[in-house]
């Protein structure tokens, strides 16, 4: 749906997608830097010695759920630049209509707060 030739129309579609996944990048590793500080401080506040796995396997699951939120999505649509990629478009299309849904199922009915 892009005219490959025009390297004007190219870039006035991925450039800001690219920015858009770079900036998404540096607060993805700025929220695992933070969740990886607060479960440090919170196994040192309940006296635990080595908890490594579970800080590792809470800052997973965190970066799991905020994926969808910082663009995966757009990686995704990066991909459907041309007509040869139509699977990337559906894909975009999809992921774009159900992230409201996902973050809905891992942001509220998984919270154990809101239980």
């Known amino acids: 749906w892009i005219d490959a ?12 997608i690219l920015i858009i996944i770079l900036i998404n990048l540096f607060f993805l ?3 695992v830097r933070a969740l990886i ?7 040192k506040e309940h006296g635990e010695k080595k908890p490594g796995f579970k800080i590792f396997k809470k800052t997973v699951l965190g970066t799991v759920t905020l994926l969808p939120l910082i663009g995966v999505t757009w990686a995704i649509g990066l991909l459907a630049v041309n007509q040869n990629t139509t699977v990337f478009a559906w894909l975009f299309t999809i992921f ?3 992230q409201g849904a996902f973050i809905f199922v891992f942001n509220i009915i998984r919270n154990d707060k809101i239980k």
């Open 29 to 31: 590793v700025m929220c």
């Open 96 to 98: 774009s209509t159900l």
């Open 5 to 16: 030739t025009q390297r004007g129309a190219l870039w006035a579609f991925v450039g800001p």
């Open 37 to 43: 500080l607060y479960q440090r401080r919170k196994a």
